[in-house]
């Protein structure tokens, strides 16, 4: 296997760490209007996610990096083509984090309020884009003879990505409720485990619909196994809630991730981005990534930093593993 095979493989692993650890986040946010009824839920859901939001976001920046480093030409013509979708999510992403730290700064119920709304915003427009971005890249888009993306931010919302958006919403949502009912205690678990079976109703329509459409127009063998392991395990995840198993429930979900992340990628090689007017203009493994020498190099910082990133990360939701609820929420969130 070239370099450049396996910083495409490495580079999928990121995203899907990614989809996996934000996408949680995403849909506690989501569920602060959805699922919490005062003020003292909405501060339980936000503290089951407060010590680890910003961790599961390096996922973001370094799948970001290595492909700037990686695949300089893929990194271009997505940044450019992508842009306006992507400047929304990266301003969702400023604004949330923001929110998360100052929601706290002042007493006043109307300040916190609003700080609370734009976590719920800038958590559900991210989670829609990214599905419309990835739904645009396995599909192709207008590149030209010179590798670069001609079309427009119109061509962009075709039937196929925005289904994209609806799954990755709405998984990130099932999710994110599966969570809650693992990490807290009481009435606010029974509720989350009642909605999660609406939400998870809902996702495997859409998911199965996306899924069987992806296979049909660009799978293979391989993922066509991705496809049925991503509906087995949103299936069982549905049936593991029902039964109580949040950790089963949770895992699975996460499983769905894992399973279709991998299969909008097995149909995307070797191609990188796909070209919609000539095949020959595609961006691909080759054609867009960096030298030898370059790929090398990353590789041995990769092999150092990786292991060092999943030890802090596994150490920091082991200290924070425990259930949560109202009861342990103080009077005043000042």
């Keep these: 296997m070239e370099l450049h095979d396996v910083w495409f493989v490495l580079i999928a692993v990121l995203w899907t760490g990614y989809f996996f650890l934000e996408g949680f ?28 939001w910003d961790g599961n976001e390096v996922w973001l920046l370094t799948a970001g990096g290595a492909t700037f480093a990686a695949f300089p030409e893929w990194y271009a013509t997505l940044f450019s083509g992508f842009y306006l979708p992507l400047l ?40 829609f ?20 993306y001609v079309g427009s931010v119109w061509d962009l919302l075709n039937p196929y990505a925005l289904l994209g958006g609806l799954v990755t919403l709405t998984l990130f949502t099932f999710h994110g409720t599966v969570f809650t009912a693992l990490k807290t205690v009481g009435e606010i ?7 999660a079976l609406r939400v998870g109703l809902i996702t495997t329509v859409l998911a199965l619909a996306f899924l069987v459409w992806t296979q049909i127009a660009n799978g293979d063998g391989k993922s066509l196994v991705a496809l049925v392991v ?23 979900s996460g499983v769905t991730i894992v399973a279709t992340v991998a299969m ?6 070797p191609n990188v ?23 090398k190099i990353m590789t041995w ?18 200290v924070f593993r425990k259930r949560i609820g109202t009861q342990h929420i103080a009077e005043t969130a000042h």
């Design 25 to 52: 986040d995403f849909g506690v946010g989501v569920l602060t209007k959805l699922l919490a009824r005062n003020r003292a839920e909405k501060r339980v859901l936000i503290n089951t996610i407060g010590p680890v």
């Design 88 to 127: 929304a999510i990266l301003v969702c992403l400023i604004i949330r984090g923001v929110a998360f730290e100052y929601r706290v700064k002042r007493p006043e119920e109307r300040w916190q309020r609003n700080w609370e709304t734009a976590i719920f915003w800038t958590s559900l427009i991210p989670a």
């Design 129 to 148: 884009l990214w599905g419309v971005a990835f739904g645009n890249i396995v599909r192709g888009v207008k590149i030209d003879r010179d590798l670069e």
């Design 189 to 195: 678990r029974e509720r989350a485990r009642t909605l």
């Design 230 to 252: 991503a509906a087995a395990a949103l299936v069982v995840a549905l049936m593991a809630n029902q039964a109580g198993r949040e950790g089963w429930s949770f895992a699975l």
């Design 264 to 269: 909008l990628f097995l149909t995307l090689f």
């Design 273 to 295: 981005m796909p070209s919609t007017l000539d095949a020959d203009w595609s961006l691909t493994v080759t054609n867009a990534s960096s030298s030898a020498y370059t790929l």
């Design 301 to 318: 910082l990769a092999a150092v930093a990786t292991p060092l990133v999943l030890l802090y990360q596994g150490w920091t939701y082991w």
